[in-house]
């Protein structure tokens, strides 16, 4: 089965800078890799994601990229706010057709000092 | 829409008692997707449907849990007996078909504590 390992398990930046999450995964076939964000107490909620047919994805301030050759993907957040803060996890499926179970990374606690 | 819908939102129970947790998918997602979160293991994918069938239920712990899809709009997980390790948060997600997009949405989860 798939394996996906993240890194850092806890991230810490001032305001105003950059912040990477890292994650690699065993699985060749994956593809489709999606990011989620989840705030204390909440759910899991969708930020961004990439199939396996791009190198990288934006939105805003966020970015994705995935090096299908190296089996490893991250996450760029520009310009960090504290309502970035948050943990976020990285996720891989092989989704041949039909939807799948996703595996998640053990995921990156956020923290931006102000 | 109202999104995913899951009750109960919290469930205290104790060792040994049947505990029965419900979710509602979004309206025409045809895949639902069981999932438990804790601290030491993270996120963890139970057991998924597509089309109200089971697809894989390889993450189901043990004999204990037990999951059921009746129709597209309902389906149950139910863990008997409950023991104390069960304690977790259970999220339930839903999707549409995969050719139009992957994207899984959660919801709110059910906090059970088993003591």
């Known amino acids: 089965g798939e394996n996906v390992e993240q890194h850092p398990s806890t991230l810490s930046v001032q305001e105003g800078d950059s912040a990477v999450i890292k994650c690699t995964y065993s699985?060749?076939?994956?593809?489709?890799f999606p990011w989620y964000k989840q705030e204390l107490g909440k759910r899991p909620q969708l930020i961004i994601d990439i199939r396996s047919n791009v190198g990288e994805k934006k939105d805003q301030r966020i970015a994705v990229t995935l090096n299908k050759t190296a089996k490893h993907f991250s996450l760029h957040i520009t310009e960090t706010q504290p309502e970035d803060s948050a943990v976020y996890f990285c996720?891989?499926?092989?989704?041949?057709?039909?939807?799948?179970?996703?595996?998640f990374g053990k995921g990156t606690h956020l923290i931006i000092q102000p | 829409d109202a999104g995913v819908i899951q009750s109960p939102r919290h469930e205290v129970t104790e060792m040994g008692q049947e505990v029965t947790l419900r979710c509602k998918p979004i309206s025409g997602h045809n895949s639902l997707f069981w999932y438990r979160q804790t601290m030491m293991r993270g996120l963890e994918l139970l057991i998924y449907f597509n089309n109200n069938v089971p697809i894989d239920d390889s993450g189901m712990p043990e004999d204990r849990f037990s999951a059921k899809m009746p129709n597209a709009s309902f389906s149950t997980l139910k863990i008997q007996p409950s023991e104390p390790r069960d304690s977790a948060v259970y999220f339930c997600?839903?999707?549409?078909?995969?050719?139009?997009?992957?994207?899984?949405?959660f919801g709110p989860g059910t906090r059970l504590t088993v003591t």
């Open positions: 996720a891989a499926v092989d989704s041949g057709g039909g939807a799948d179970g996703l595996t």
């Open positions: 997600a839903s999707s549409f078909d995969p050719t139009s997009g992957l994207e899984q949405y």
């Open positions: 699985d060749s076939a994956s593809n489709y």
